[in-house]
């Protein structure tokens, strides 16, 4: 059971190590791009080229829907960022229950953004966490926690990484038979709200740390973004730098931007309806004069 593409490496490794895959579930198809045709996620792509059963119902609340996956008669199922709440009739019906593969170290960012949040807080370290799933919003039992160092990656960079860990786990899980888990502590516990599109935009006034912190946190999606005159410019890879000068102000020929402390300096940049591009070629086609004033 699951979605996007941090999922697809726990599915590929459940095929891999020869577990028979009797469903997967997976949101259904949206409009995405240009042209808003719609799209499958990328569970069902690799589900449907591999022969397995695709199922992507819009809830799991009908007794009908409940009832068919019942049927299924499965020992255990494996969620990854599916997407749907689990009802209760659907937790209860493996065997084994349902194990989820959550991209932090649990207590510590329950919900939808873990990897976002985890960064954009200055986490120094993340991880995964394998959860028997319940009721409650990432409050299951823990069965296995294992970190990894964020340093300088993007959210992208590490949700691929604890993509993998996690079907490394999750395999060893299944292969152990541990499917119990040990209670949540109590201390510790944040949540990580989904992202809105107000934090996208950036604050000048802000410190230079906490807008690198920003940019990395929401690269390549849904991207952290400025305003020159009325173009948004997205900022997709930012390093701080020794500088200062009034928030928001362009100090030099470089794009160097001072901050509420210090200055940023850009190294991916990306206008709306182009790729994004590294400084010097953004540069040549877009030149942002010293003192300008950014929004």
């Given at each position: 059971?699951?979605?996007?593409?941090?999922?697809?490496?726990?599915?590929?490794?459940?095929?891999?190590?020869?577990?028979?895959?009797?469903?997967?579930?997976?949101?259904?198809?949206?409009?995405?791009?240009?042209?808003?045709?719609?799209?499958?996620?990328?569970?069902?792509?690799?589900?449907?080229?591999?022969?397995?059963?695709?199922?992507?119902?819009?809830?799991?609340?009908?007794?009908?829907?409940?009832?068919?996956?019942?049927?299924?008669?499965?020992?255990?199922?494996?969620v990854?960022?599916y997407?749907?709440?689990?009802?209760?009739?659907?937790?209860?019906?493996?065997?084994?229950g349902?194990?989820?593969?959550?991209?932090?170290?649990?207590?510590?960012?329950?919900g939808?953004?873990?990897?976002?949040?985890?960064?954009?807080a200055?986490?120094?370290?993340?991880?995964?966490?394998?959860?028997?799933?319940?009721?409650?919003?990432?409050?299951?039992?823990?069965?296995?926690?294992?970190?990894?160092?964020?340093?300088?990656?993007?959210?992208?960079?590490?949700?691929?990484?604890?993509?993998?860990?996690?079907?490394v786990?999750?395999?060893?899980?299944?292969?152990?038979?541990?499917?119990?888990?040990?209670?949540?502590?109590?201390?510790?516990?944040?949540?990580?709200?989904?992202?809105?599109?107000?934090?996208?935009?950036?604050?000048?006034?802000?410190?230079?740390?906490?807008?690198?912190?920003?940019?990395?946190?929401?690269?390549?999606?849904?991207?952290?973004?400025?305003?020159?005159a009325?173009?948004?410019?997205?900022?997709?890879?930012?390093?701080?730098?020794?500088?200062s000068?009034?928030?928001?102000?362009?100090?030099?020929?470089?794009?160097?931007?001072?901050?509420?402390?210090?200055?940023?300096?850009?190294?991916?940049?990306?206008?709306?309806?182009?790729?994004?591009?590294?400084?010097?070629?953004?540069?040549?086609?877009?030149?942002?004069?010293?003192?300008?004033?950014?929004?």
């Open positions: 059971m699951g979605s996007p593409e941090f999922a697809v490496p726990t599915l590929d490794a459940l095929v891999a190590a020869g577990h028979e895959v009797v469903a997967a579930y997976t949101q259904p198809p949206r409009p995405a791009g240009r042209g808003k045709a719609e799209r499958p996620t990328a569970v069902e792509i690799y589900a449907r080229e591999r022969g397995i059963e695709v199922r992507s119902p819009r809830s799991l609340k009908e007794a009908e829907e409940q009832a068919a996956f019942a049927a299924l008669g499965a020992e255990v199922a494996v990854a960022a997407g749907l709440i689990l009802p209760q009739a659907v937790l209860d019906a493996p065997r084994h349902c194990l989820n593969v959550h991209g932090s170290l649990l207590p510590r960012w329950r939808a953004a873990p990897v976002q949040r985890a960064i954009m200055g986490d120094a370290v993340t991880g995964v966490t394998i959860m028997k799933m319940e009721a409650g919003l990432d409050t299951g039992p823990m069965i296995a926690r294992r970190e990894i160092a964020i340093g300088d990656k993007n959210a992208a960079q590490v949700t691929a990484e604890l993509a993998e860990l996690g079907a786990m999750m395999l060893e899980t299944i292969a152990l038979h541990a499917f119990g888990g040990e209670p949540q502590p109590e201390d510790g516990v944040t949540y990580a709200a989904k992202i809105s599109k107000a934090e996208a935009r950036i604050d000048w006034a802000r410190p230079a740390a906490g807008i690198v912190r920003q940019v990395q946190g929401l690269a390549p999606f849904p991207g952290a973004w400025f305003a020159v009325d173009e948004r410019i997205k900022l997709l890879a930012v390093q701080a730098v020794d500088a000068g009034a928030a928001g102000t362009v100090l030099d020929d470089r794009l160097t931007v001072a901050c509420g402390a210090g200055a940023v300096r850009p190294s991916l940049l990306q206008r709306a309806g182009h790729k994004a591009l590294p400084l010097d070629t953004f540069l040549r086609g877009y030149a942002v004069p010293a003192g300008t004033r950014l929004a």
